[in-house]
């Protein structure tokens, strides 16, 4: 009989309909959240996972199994005996009926009939212990720290996030490229960048020969770099397919060692043709952000976040991270939300001033101009501009504030700055995190591309092909880029970026 309730029952995931069934010939392997959220009684259940939890008595011993799927684990009944090779972090499938539970954590437990041990576990030397370890700490075991459920469940909202950007792109017309990692050039002109070098072997005929000692011996015959934005390659694809978007690694060379940078991180970014008008560019960011946010208010993930988030707050009390499940809930629906304010950069100086001059807010880097906003004034335009609900957007900035690839503000978008002072550009600022994106429109016009890059000291490094688009049938088109790495921060509550990357890197460190 329970068989038959089995087979007749429905599963539904990603609002896809899956048909799983059991019969006594054979089991079916089910995970962990599917079987937790049925309460029809079957036989020949197997369940893959881990031992989160073990507990032994003399008649009988209680694990409890989990597949990363969800943070919740199923409770396994198993005889003593069947218990005395297990230890928590070891790897098993467990075999047996799914019947009503006696006890009042879960509606059912897995009477097990088998135990398979899949990856014994060496418990007295694991680094991962049973008990609450620092972040500072699971930095050093990259490798290990994904297994904790909490870690497992920001691999599974990347995820989602990278699911929901496919979806949107593919809805507005976008096509999804690949552009490469290793460089002629420095997109920012920043000048921190990786430099690619080999170890070939000194018999090979194509290594090339130095003329002195001193001399470094390039793969590529010339220096080369890994990539720290995809835009100038995708500029290049826009003017095929006129919209294009990537996700790809970006690479910096800056010794910054705060919670927001890393040396190898993600970068989402996006190039539309047929467009003079910045408004385009930032509807883009905002439908995006706004589908994101939408989806995750929905999603399975979205409620475990919010949960993981409320026990975190019960079972470690940090100073240093007050952000309740209400207030991260409140910065989903904040980006949901849409029809975010839009202020130049003029404007944005003029607020802070203002507020410092009337005592409603102390700098430590006064505003200015010509100085640039720091990331307290970002924080401040974002808390006060948004009103701690939703981003705010800033544009036209000064020029000589940005790269050279950025076309001049319109007279109307500058509000009465000099236009030719002022690029065509927005920051997308986030409360707390601050900057998120960028973008602007780029410079489509040759000579006016020429003179840009004469200004900046980037002529002649190795962008003639770049110059080469402005040739051949240039449009006037504009993009942006997005940190992946800090989106799933700000998604997830999470304060330090290197806490949402699997393997981060930064200064001095590459654990593995």
């Not at 040396?263 to 960011?285: H, Q, W």
């Not at 002022?422 to 600022?429: E, G, I, K, P, V």
């Not at 092909?465 to 006037?476: A, C, E, H, I």
């Amino acid at each position: 009989m329970r068989a038959c309730l089995w087979r007749r029952c429905n599963f539904r995931s990603h609002k896809s309909l899956r048909l799983f069934s059991i019969s006594p010939a054979s089991h079916d392997r089910v995970d962990v959240a599917r079987l937790l959220s049925q309460q029809t009684e079957a036989d020949g259940v197997d369940v893959n996972g881990w031992v989160r939890s073990l507990r032994r008595q003399k008649k009988v011993a209680f694990v409890a199994i989990g597949d990363g799927l969800t943070l919740e684990s199923v409770q396994a009944v198993l005889k003593p005996e069947d218990a005395a090779p297990l230890s928590t972090g070891a790897a098993v499938r467990l075999t047996g009926s799914w019947q009503a539970s006696k006890g009042s954590k879960q509606s059912h437990e897995l009477q097990v009939t088998q135990v398979a041990i899949l990856g014994a576990n060496d418990a007295e030397h694991n680094p991962l212990q049973p008990k609450y370890q620092t972040p500072e700490y699971l930095r050093t075991i990259p490798h290990l720290r994904p297994r904790i459920p909490a870690n497992a469940l920001l691999l599974r909202l990347r995820s989602q996030v990278i699911a929901s950007l496919t979806h949107f792109f593919s809805q507005q017309g976008f096509v999804q490229t690949h552009t490469p990692i290793i460089t002629s050039s420095d997109c920012e002109g920043a000048g921190e960048v990786f430099t690619v070098s080999s170890n070939a072997a000194k018999e090979s005929e194509q290594r090339p020969k130095p003329k002195d000692a001193a001399q470094v011996e390039h793969f590529f015959r010339t220096p080369k770099y890994l990539t720290v934005s995809a835009q100038l390659h995708l500029e290049a694809l826009a003017q095929a397919v006129d919209k294009v978007w990537t996700l790809s690694p970006s690479f910096r060379a800056e010794r910054s060692d705060t919670p927001r940078h890393l040396s190898e991180f993600y970068m989402l970014e996006a190039e539309l043709c047929f467009t003079n008008d910045l408004s385009d560019v930032m509807a883009v960011v905002e439908k995006m952000l706004v589908a994101i946010a939408s989806d995750l208010l929905s999603s399975h993930t979205g409620a475990e976040l919010l949960k993981a988030r409320e026990a975190s707050q019960s079972e470690h009390s940090d100073a240093t991270d007050s952000l309740t499940a209400t207030d991260l809930k409140a910065r989903w629906t904040g980006l949901a939300s849409g029809a975010w304010p839009r202020i130049t950069y003029a404007h944005a100086i003029t607020l802070l001033q203002t507020a410092a001059a009337d005592s409603k807010a102390t700098f430590a880097f006064e505003p200015s101009y010509e100085t640039g906003l720091q990331a307290e004034h970002e924080r401040w335009l974002a808390a006060h501009v948004g009103e701690e609900k939703c981003p705010v957007f800033v544009t036209d900035y000064p020029a000589v504030q940005k790269p050279f690839y950025m076309s001049p503000s319109s007279a109307s978008e500058s509000s009465g700055v000099d236009e030719q002072n002022t690029a065509a550009c927005f920051d997308l600022l986030v409360p707390e995190l601050c900057e998120l994106a960028g973008g602007s429109l780029r410079e489509h016009r040759g000579d006016d591309l020429r003179k840009a890059m004469e200004a900046k000291g980037v002529e002649g490094s190795g962008l003639e092909w770049y110059q080469d688009l402005r040739k051949y049938g240039s449009v006037p088109h504009g993009g942006f880029g997005l940190g992946f790495d800090r989106l799933i921060c700000y998604l997830s509550g999470v304060g330090n970026v290197r806490d949402v990357v699997a393997f981060p890197r930064w200064v001095g460190r590459c654990e593995c």
